[in-house]
């Protein structure tokens, strides 16, 4: 007997809904709220269809909502040493927004099985780029006693901007490149921690 096979279509349809959840989640760790921006205003624009639940996303008020906060999120991370304030609340913030982003993007699946995938996919992918995010803002303040820190932050919000779109319009395309800069950060810490210490 045959085994039971998903149409194409619904395989594809899950694989891009997978690619867009990861784009959006590792976008998360460099700015919590972009992302959320992002998904809102393709949703309203019915661009992006929403998972059932996560309809509150694609509408005016959480719009706004996001814009506002994205917007204090990025002019206070402007500001040194306030960043490693917000670099505490980031953290744990960018995990929910990453499982928020990943479970609004998955349709037609378990429960148990979405939120369990949002939390592992969505969750850990924000909170890799979010690790990475705080030691290059720590590497920054070492080195220039946090004046740099300003370069680093529009460096973070950019790339949020853009990952985020990335995600929406090429999905594939997003996931390939947060899979790169995980492979490039994994790689930077070994050698890290494979280096000799100093005399």
């Not at 909502?65 to 490693?84: K, L, M, Q, R, S």
Request: hydrophobic share 60%.
């Amino acid at each position: 007997m045959a085994a039971a096979r998903f149409p194409m279509d619904i395989r594809l349809d899950l694989v891009l809904s997978i690619c867009l959840g990861i784009g959006l989640s590792a976008a998360c760790g460099f700015r919590v709220f972009i992302p959320l921006l992002v998904v809102s205003g393709a949703a309203i624009a019915d661009y992006l269809p929403l998972s059932p639940g996560f309809e509150w996303l694609g509408t005016w008020p959480a719009f706004w909502t996001f814009a506002t906060a994205a917007v204090f999120e990025v002019a206070a991370y402007a500001v040194p040493w306030i960043d490693h304030m917000l670099d505490t609340i980031a953290g744990p913030a960018a995990v929910i927004a990453g499982t928020v982003v990943m479970a609004s993007s998955l349709s037609d699946m378990n429960p148990w099985l979405k939120w369990t995938l949002a939390l592992i996919a969505g969750g850990g992918s924000a909170t890799l780029v979010q690790g990475s995010s705080m030691l290059a803002r720590g590497l920054s303040t070492a080195l220039t006693g946090g004046l740099g820190n300003i370069v680093v932050a529009i460096g973070e919000a950019v790339l949020a901007v853009i990952l985020s779109l990335m995600a929406v319009v090429m999905p594939v395309v997003a996931a390939g490149v947060v899979l790169a800069l995980v492979v490039v950060a994994v790689r930077k810490r070994k050698k890290g921690f494979r280096r000799p210490p100093s005399a």
